[in-house]
Structures are given as structure tokens and as C-alpha cells.
């Protein structure tokens, strides 16, 4: 393991160590690369920013006032699978602990990895200063859906997100998760960006897009990055119904921005 601390800046860079623990330490900024399978153990009151990503079986955090939280999951293609590797991550909990929290990111298969199913939030407690937020996700995984909406619900101030999205099994029933929301709860009342990436036009993705267009009254770009849509399904997204007449729906060719 190494160790680079910088003024209020602490990186760890970890080729082959099994635990990480960081307790007590009063850097603002901290900064975790992971290549092998690692615990990583982190519990601190002093740091405004987190970024760990790279593969690890196991992830505790606790870190109640975190301004900036960016968490990968990446694995090695060569030897694992993300079908059969878990991740052991207190998530719900670290999440319902977050009080100053304005950006979240979770990145590669984190949410798809995670163990147990996520829960919502048993307090209704608000993110007052979450403006934005960066998912790579299943649209039509009820797990990983419900996780974006608990999300949405509890951030009332969300001004900009953008989703990478995932079909990870074309053998999955098709699910009415975001037709079956109600139509009277705003969620996106303050969205004023959005980017969604690879997009498929499958039916949770579609259904994911109308539930935002008619949600967000103040919605002013809509950017959609396709993995090679027929022209004629590109031309009817751009004919869906919105419910901000200022709304511009822009189908763009880019890489999704880390």
C-alpha cells in the first residue's frame, strides 16, 4: 500500500492489499484506488470528499458529512463476472446518513453487485443541497430503479443528472415501474439538465423518458447519447409530450463524461 498525503488531500493507492481502514484523519479529500479484491473501511467526520473506485468485496463508509461522494466498482473481465460477484456495501445506511451531501456518483457495477435489495429511507428525510446527481444504471431492474427513485424523491433542489444506461439481461419480463408512478408527484420539479447515455429505447428506458418529460416543468436540455436507434424512433422521442415548453431534446454522439 501507499500513502500520498497532499496538504488536505489523502490518496491511497492499493495494488494487492486485502483491508483498508481510514479512522480519524483530518484530510478533506480523500482519494481511493483499488485494483485487487479489497475490505475498505472508512469512518470519519472530517471529510467534505470521497472518491473510491477499482475492485472490493466489501465497503463500509461511514462519513456523515461528505459534500462530494463518487464510488466505481470496477471488476477484471478476465477472471470475474458481474453476475455472480457481490458486494458486501452498507448503502442504504450511508446514504440515509448524508446531511451536507450536494453531488453523488455511483459508477460501474455498484449497484448492480450490491447484496441485499435497497431500501428506502425509513425517515423521510430530505438532501436540501443535492443539485446533482450520476448513475450508471438498469433502467428495468426493480433493485436499481427503486434506488434512482428514492434518490429523486429526497432531493428537492436536484438541478442536473445524467444516467449511463445498462441492459445488462434481455431476458428480464419487461416491468411498469415508471408508468406505475404516480403522474401527481413531481420528482424532477427543479431539473433544468439531463444527460442519458447509450441509450436503447428499451421499454423501462422509454417509460423512464416520458416519466421525466411530463415531470419536469423546468427542464431546459435533454441530451441523448443512442447505441444506434432507428432514425424513425429518434424522431418520435422528439415528438413526446413535455411538460416545460422551453424543453430541447438533443440527440448528440459523445462518451459518457466521468
Request: hydrophobic share 45%.
Amino acid at each position: 500500500m501507499k500513502w500520498y498525503p497532499l496538504e488536505d488531500t489523502f490518496t491511497v493507492g492499493c495494488l494487492c492489499c486485502q483491508e483498508i481502514r481510514l479512522r480519524r484523519f483530518n484530510f478533506r479529500q480523500v482519494y481511493v484506488t483499488v485494483t485487487s479484491q479489497s475490505n475498505i473501511n472508512i469512518r470519519s467526520t472530517k471529510f467534505k470528499v470521497l472518491k473510491i473506485e477499482g475492485w472490493f468485496t466489501h465497503l463500509n463508509l461511514h462519513a456523515p458529512y461528505l459534500t462530494s461522494v463518487w464510488i466505481g466498482l470496477e471488476l477484471n473481465s478476465d477472471t470475474v463476472g458481474a453476475s455472480t460477484t457481490r458486494c458486501n456495501f452498507n448503502l442504504s445506511p450511508f446514504i440515509a446518513s448524508l446531511s451536507d451531501v450536494e453531488t453523488i456518483r455511483f459508477h460501474g457495477h455498484i449497484l448492480e453487485c450490491v447484496e441485499r435489495e435497497f431500501l428506502i429511507l425509513k425517515q423521510p428525510k430530505l438532501f436540501n443541497r443535492l443539485t446533482e446527481i450520476s448513475l450508471e444504471i438498469n433502467l428495468g431492474d426493480l433493485k436499481e430503479a427503486n434506488f434512482a427513485l428514492c434518490l429523486f424523491q429526497h432531493a428537492p433542489n436536484l438541478r442536473f443528472f445524467k444516467l449511463k444506461l445498462i441492459s445488462r439481461n434481455s431476458m428480464v419480463p419487461r416491468v411498469h415501474f415508471w408508468e406505475s408512478i404516480d403522474r401527481d408527484v413531481c420528482l424532477f420539479q427543479n431539473v433544468e439538465v439531463v444527460g442519458l447515455f447509450d441509450f436503447t429505447g428499451s421499454f423501462a428506458e422509454l417509460g423512464f423518458l416520458k416519466f421525466l418529460l411530463e415531470g419536469a416543468p423546468v427542464l431546459r436540455k435533454l441530451g441523448i447519447i443512442d447505441k444506434g436507434l432507428d432514425r424513425n424512433v429518434l424522431k418520435n422521442l422528439l415528438k413526446l409530450r413535455r411538460a416545460s415548453k422551453d424543453a430541447e431534446i438533443l440527440i448528440l454522439e459523445a462518451c459518457f463524461p466521468h
